[in-house]
T-cell receptor, first 119, second 113 residues
Framework: GAVVSQHPSWVICKSGTSVKIECRSL??????MFWYRQFPKQSLMLMATSNEGSKATYEQGVEKDKFLINHASLTLSTLTVTSAHPEDSSFYIC???????????????FGPGTRLTVL | GENVEQHPSTLSVQEGDSAVIKCTYS??????FPWYKQELGKRPQLIID?????GEKKDQRIAVTLNKTAKHFSLHITETQPEDSAVYFCAASKNNAGNMLTFGGGTRLMVKP
């Protein structure tokens, strides 16, 4: 199956610093990627839709100036948490949809996630 | 927007018994309903999915049913095994799997040996 990678897998940073998380589709091109956030023992909540070549679309309540998204190429989207605070500590997961040989079948592929801890 | 409700939030069964998890959705335009298994600290793994043009799908011990009229879908796991213990999430999306997923709240399944 298709592979989506994330880097780093975990990061610990001091309050006030910025952290960049990369999401790559390794064997397919993704014009769209999705960023989710998952707090402990909770579900995945969509933060934003990353669009290659255009601005990201943010969900209600997600600050676009705090969570900067850049879809630099057809295989890479980055999420930068700016001026991180302890309440931003969470598990961040990206996903990318892939359409297979006939356009009637597609599937979402998830990255392994990045655990962010802000001290 | 779409809202997905999932029940129960926790489910404990004896090994060999069946487990059923139910979800409802609000947007009648949703047409893709995947189920994911997530182990602690790992990515969600797709275990089965169903599209709105079918009412039931089965893959070995796992089956999913969809009732479009009532806007609910269910996951059925038969002959449960301890390794089935995990958190299960249902989800819904429009435009098949090419669009964003709205997840249910999750069900923690515990299979007792």
């Amino acid at each position: 199956g298709a592979v989506v990678s994330q880097h780093p897998s975990w990061v610990i940073c001091k309050s006030g610093t910025s952290v960049k998380i990369e999401c790559r589709s390794l064997d397919f091109q993704a014009t769209t990627m999705f960023w989710y956030r998952q707090f402990p023992k909770q579900s995945l909540m969509l933060m934003a839709t990353s669009n290659e070549g255009s601005k990201a679309t943010y969900e209600q309540g997600v600050e676009k100036d705090k969570f900067l998204i850049n879809h630099a190429s057809l295989t890479l989207s980055t999420l930068t948490v700016t001026s991180a605070h302890p309440e931003d500590s969470s598990f961040y997961i990206c996903s990318a949809p892939r359409t297979f040989y006939d356009s009637s079948y597609n599937e979402q592929f998830f990255g392994p996630g990045t655990r962010l801890t802000v001290l | 927007g779409e809202n997905v409700e999932q029940h129960p939030s926790t489910l404990s069964v004896q090994e060999g018994d069946s487990a059923v998890i139910k979800c409802t959705y609000s947007d009648s335009a949703s047409n893709y309903f995947p189920w994911y298994k997530q182990e602690l600290g790992k990515r969600p793994q797709l275990i089965i999915d169903i599209r709105s043009n079918v009412g039931e799908k089965k893959d070995q011990r796992i089956a999913v049913t969809l009732n479009k009229t009532a806007k609910h879908f269910s996951l059925h796991i038969t002959e449960t095994q301890p390794e089935d213990s995990a958190v299960y999430f249902c989800a819904a999306s429009k435009n098949n799997a090419g669009n964003m997923l709205t997840f249910g709240g999750g069900t923690r399944l515990m299979v007792k040996p």
